[in-house]
């Protein structure tokens, strides 16, 4: 639960642009927000390439209770450790919000689909402000 009163800034640690959650409603000064984290959370996502920023591959970032991994990556798309992963723009969610970058990639032989372990740019325990998108 974040407290209305300490949502008025765009930055954190430098950094802006960087999706941490989805408010799920209000009573009264407090805001409920649902963190990437949370096992609820399922984005649709891209990944852009570390060094050239181009756009690599598509997935779904889904939330593990304290960590994120990126799912449904096709197998023929090529995703490294170091790429970006950021909001794709579908599903009522704004476009190129950076969550974070790989930092390992795990395939099968067999199977058609990859997965990736995510960290996330921020710590999201520590943060102390956010600021709320409303309309995009």
């Known amino acids: 639960v974040i407290s209305a009163g300490d949502a008025n800034i765009d930055k954190q640690g430098g950094k802006a ?24 959370s399922k984005i649709p996502v891209i990944v852009r390439d570390k060094n ?9 970032l ?7 991994v990126l799912e449904q990556v096709l197998s023929r798309e090529t995703i490294n450790e170091g790429d970006f992963v950021l909001t794709s723009g579908e599903a009522n969610f704004p476009g190129e919000l950076l969550f974070g970058s790989i930092t390992k990639v795990l395939t099968s032989s067999n199977s058609a689909l990859q997965q990736a372990e995510v960290k996330t740019a ?7 402000h956010v600021f709320f998108i409303t309309k995009y």
């Open 17 to 40: 642009g960087v999706y941490v959650g989805k408010t799920e409603g209000r009573v009264g000064n407090q805001i409920k927000t649902t963190l990437i984290t949370d096992t609820n």
């Open 52 to 60: 050239s920023f181009d756009q690599r591959a598509s997935g779904i």
């Open 62 to 68: 889904e939330g593990r209770g304290g960590r994120v």
């Open 122 to 128: 921020l710590d999201l325990n520590s943060l102390t």
